[in-house]
């Protein structure tokens, strides 16, 4: 009985192919979906996206595939976008990408040359970052699915580099594109322990609208329906059971088996995979086994012409051994002219099968072709491949320098992490190629230095710690003490940054080796670097080196970045623009040099000073025109990241929340590592809290874990006890409200610096005051005595925090104070908080008309900000003291009646339902609903919360004639 190579029916994947379409419904509404899916080799997941391409291109949608390849962490990047975004060219032209050809020439090479081979202008595309590029390539996606909706398709998930996996992870929980479905299929049974795949599909997992849908094997009755429509009739049980048995109800292995032979006779072939997958192949004639063995060291797509140059055979002989191997269904051609194996199972196969003699030989031929022919690849595939080839035929001295030259390559296309992966590479060879050195032209050390850079910038900061200590024990101090400087400065900072500790034990030893060095740029840049992180933690020790560096700069000359570590080092606080002029002098210097990292650095901290002195708008425009230099240059990771929450705090500021949100989403995409994401998480933290945000939970126990670091410094760690603070009193925890003061309050950075200290200390007021805690008010206020006041926002948190323990007839003039105090600042959220508390005060007072106009406002200031809980309380205010349409709060502001006013006036006064009743001449149960109708307008909990309340409001006493 003679089977067919592949079942045509889609068997026991009903339920399956239900969620995909599900999911292309959902992403139909323009909800953005994504869709995983898992199984083992050759369970059917190919099979099934096939099935529902087709469906869902039948029902209007535009579908795009790209597979990974098989090249490991060192591999092509972005190599199934790439495959993708070919396809978009070859249907919709190069007019697709709206006039970002360069940057696109980045995935796509061949758009570098341009009509008819011309290369295109050089300009933009080397300096586009990686983080742009991603959000191009959402854009291009977005655009795509505004015209029908979008299906795109990554095979093979297990298989891909990092880029890949990034920026997967952007479009998935960054971009988040309205109409595209994205589906990723992976091999479960690939997931070893450390793969790199498992903690990314966990994290993907944590994202919303990701589903997640496993294929399991096939039982037996789907077994049994694969063999009858491969062989056109209803089989024997007998070889049902065989087969099942043997294939566990993977449909590849049972369309192998049935393709072998005879099921019945199946049980003659040997067990194994790699057996079973053979067997096809010794049916082909010795000519295409040979073809196919040269393909399969190629890898699972290999083209013609370069097979043709690998095998060294007659075309004629090479088209009839390729034309067996298509007919047995063991190859595919595609529309391109290549070839892929139909099952990348089978090409594992034949290649494990390869003589270790045969199998270098083949790769060897393969580096050999391309590094004579580099067309004969993919555009842009020439380096990955290569190192990939010479690895694998085990020429040490060539797979060394190929791996070098693909680690240039993709830092170029700003892959980073590949970068590292392929220096790490170089490390592993080094010991295996005595003349390394020589080959490279560099020593060992200096690959660690290199490899060391790749890893930072990639963001594996704790990679990037081990290369340190690697290097650090193989320089010689005293010969290299400068070299030695430079890595223990790393160190040092880089200590920090993963919040490990504070790095001035190894910042110090940099400046004693340093200082063995006669003066020279380099040796000043070093020790002005050391200065300004040094500076950091103890001020007086980074103020020394300071002086010490400029009476030596002067001798020899700077460079634009030395000045404005210099002035950062330098800063003083106690001059009124906080070294703003020298800032702005070093941002000159930088722009008239070119110098684009310099100026990026500049920005940073002139974003930051301007903010400080209260200049929202200039700290909010400084940081932009920061935040697009950093792009430009590729930095936006590094140094831009502090840019982006630097902008965000000011827009904060400002009041203009969507923005500073949207600056959050974009510092999100960046991901900044170590503690440098602090600042973003706590800014987006507060924002959601302030709104009300469903999500406002999550985002504070995401911020408020960089607590746990071992080491923060106190602009860091400060802003994160006032969220801690804020969060308390958001949710009513009492509890963790008075531990979150403790902290607060034992910090003993809250005195020494006033910009971070003076929000803490105005939490800490408010806990106070909803806590009713005197002993604690009065610590607060005795620690907040001895804190600096100098800026508008340090003098409106001061009056806050002395009118959050006024009380009596000093309440109203305190907060008055306050409001006034903010008007001054111009931050709106906190000047909202500042006249509610007004409001309250006037109502204690009895000032009805103060109450209103300040509750007006309130109103006014948190639908602007679309401050929700904030216009609550202003309704709630509001109701309790009976205004009519005085917020645009919730509906119910009633006024207490007369006999409502009688009780409640009773009530205060302590008396019982049935004291009431006697006093007012009703029932026990008519005073009870008085009662009851109160606590309800008021909005408290009961009897005593509304006398107290009460009191407060000043609600006993008659309403105002005409009110």
Not at 287 to 294: C, E
């Amino acid at each position: 009985m003679t089977a067919r190579a592949a079942c045509t029916v889609l068997v026991g994947r009903q339920r399956e192919l239900a969620a995909l379409r599900d999911a292309l419904a959902r992403a139909r509404t323009g909800e953005p979906t994504t869709v995983l899916v898992g199984g083992e080799a050759g369970v059917g997941k190919t099979r099934l996206l096939e099935e529902f391409g087709g469906l869902a291109v039948t029902g209007g949608a535009r579908l795009l595939v790209g597979q990974c390849l098989e090249l490991g962490e060192a591999g092509l990047p972005f190599a199934p976008f790439a495959a993708a975004l070919r396809a978009v060219l070859r249907r919709d032209g190069p007019a697709v990408f709206d006039g970002y050809e360069a940057e696109f020439a980045r995935l796509l090479p061949e758009l570098a040359r341009g009509p008819l081979g011309a290369a295109l202008p050089a300009a933009g595309a080397s300096d586009a970052p990686r983080g742009y590029l991603f959000d191009l390539v959402a854009e291009l996606f977005g655009r795509l699915a505004a015209e029908q909706p979008l299906v795109l398709v990554i095979e093979d998930l297990h298989w891909a580099d990092r880029s890949t996996r990034d920026l997967i992870g952007f479009l998935v929980r960054a971009a988040r594109t309205d109409r595209l479905l994205l589906v990723c299929t992976y091999r479960t049974d690939e997931l070893h322990r450390g793969h790199p795949l498992r903690p990314f599909l966990a994290e993907l997992d944590r994202a919303r609208a990701v589903e997640r849908v496993e294929l399991g094997r096939l039982e037996r009755d789907g077994t049994a329906a694969i063999l009858a429509d491969l062989l056109g009739a209803e089989p024997a049980a007998r070889a049902v059971d065989d087969i099942h048995d043997r294939t566990q109800g993977n449909p590849f292995f049972i369309e192998e088996l049935a393709a072998a032979g005879d099921p019945v006779g199946c049980a003659a072939l040997p067990e194994t995979l790699r057996d079973l997958l053979l067997a096809r192949v010794d049916r082909l004639p010795d000519a295409a086994q040979r073809v196919l063995r040269m393909a399969a060291a190629g890898g699972t797509r290999f083209a013609h012409q370069l097979l043709a140059e690998v095998a060294g055979m007659p075309e004629a002989e090479l088209e009839d051994a390729l034309r067996a191997a298509v007919a047995a269904q063991l190859v595919v051609a595609d529309p391109d002219g290549d070839y892929e194996f139909r099952h990348a199972l089978v090409r594992e196969a034949v290649h494990d099968e390869l003589l270790p003699g045969e199998h270098a030989r083949l790769h060897a031929r393969y580096a050999a072709a391309i590094e004579a022919q580099p067309h004969l690849v993919a555009a842009g595939r020439a380096p990955a491949e290569i190192a990939h080839h010479w690895y694998a035929a085990h020429d040490h001295p060539r797979a060394l320098v190929t791996a070098r030259t693909a680690a240039r390559a993709a830092a170029d296309r700003y892959a980073y992490a590949e970068q590292s992966r392929l220096l790490e590479r170089v490390l592993e060879l080094w010991e295996l190629v005595p003349d390394a050195a020589e080959r490279l032209g560099m020593d060992h050390l200096a690959v660690l230095e290199e490899t060391l850079g790749a890893a930072t910038t990639a963001g594996d900061y704790q990679r990037a710690l081990t290369l340190t200590r690697a290097a650090l024990s193989e320089v010689d101090t005293d010969a290299e003490p400068l070299r030695a400087a430079r890595l223990l400065d790393r160190r040092g900072r880089m200590l920090a940054t993963l919040g490990k500790s504070d790095g001035t034990a190894e910042l110090r030893e940099a400046y004693r080796l340093a200082r063995q060095v006669p003066d020279g740029p380099e040796r000043l840049r070093l020790l002005a670097d050391v200065a300004a992180h040094l500076g950091r933690v103890d001020p007086a020790e980074g103020a020394r080196i300071v002086a010490e560096v400029t009476a030596a700069a002067r001798a020899c000359g700077v460079d634009a970045h030395l000045p404005i570590q210099l002035a950062v080092a330098a800063r003083r606080d106690d001059v009124p623009d906080l070294g703003l002029a020298e800032l702005r002098r070093c941002e000159a210097l930088a722009r008239a040099a070119g110098a684009v990292p310099a100026l990026v650095s500049a920005l940073v901290h002139i974003s930051d000073v301007l903010f400080e002195l209260g200049r929202y708008e200039d700290s909010a425009r400084a940081a932009g025109d920061g935040v697009a230099e950093a792009r430009r240059v590729g930095i936006s990771r590094s140094t831009g990241a502090y840019l982006l929450s630097n902008r965000a705090e000011a827009l904060l500021a400002l009041g203009r929340w969507t923005e500073a949100d949207e600056a959050c989403a974009e510092a999100a995409r960046i991901d900044p590592p170590g503690v440098t994401g602090s600042h973003w998480q706590q800014l987006r933290a507060g924002l959601r809290l302030a709104q009300g945000h469903p999500g406002a939970d999550e985002s504070v126990g995401r911020a408020l874990s960089f607590l746990s670091k071992p080491y923060l410094h106190p602009n860091q760690r400060l802003p994160l006890i006032e969220l801690r603070l804020e969060a308390a009193l958001a949710t009513g925890d009492e509890a963790e409200a008075r531990r979150a003061a403790e902290t607060g309050l034992a910090d003993n950075s809250l005195v020494g610096c006033p910009r971070y200290g003076w929000p803490v200390l105005a939490a800490l007021a408010r806990v106070a005051r909803h806590l009713d805690d005197d002993p604690l008010a009065a610590r607060v206020a005795a620690l907040a005595a001895g804190v600096p006041v100098r800026y508008p926002a340090e003098r409106a948190y001061a009056a806050q925090v002395t009118a959050s323990r006024a009380a009596g007839d000093e309440a109203l003039p305190a907060w008055r104070a306050a409001v006034a105090a903010w008007r001054a600042d111009g931050q709106p959220w906190p000047l909202g908080r500042a006249l509610l508390a007004l409001a309250e005060a006037a109502a204690g007072a009895g000032a009805r008309d103060e109450v209103a106009e300040a509750l007006a406002e309130v109103a006014a200031l948190a639908g602007r900000l679309d401050a929700a809980p904030l216009a609550a309380q202003a309704a709630t205010l509001a109701r309790r003291v009976g205004l009519r349409g005085a917020t645009r709060g919730r509906p119910g502001a009633d006024l207490l009646t007369a006999r409502e006013r009688e009780v409640l006036r009773l009530v205060a006064e302590g008396h019982s339902n049935s004291r009431i009743a006697e006093r007012l001449f009703i029932s026990p149960k008519t005073a009870s609903v008085h009662v009851s109708r109160i606590i309800a307008k008021l909005d408290v909990h009961n009897r005593v919360e509304a006398a107290a309340l009460a009191h407060r409001l000043n609600l006993l006493s008659d309403p105002a004639p005409g009110r």
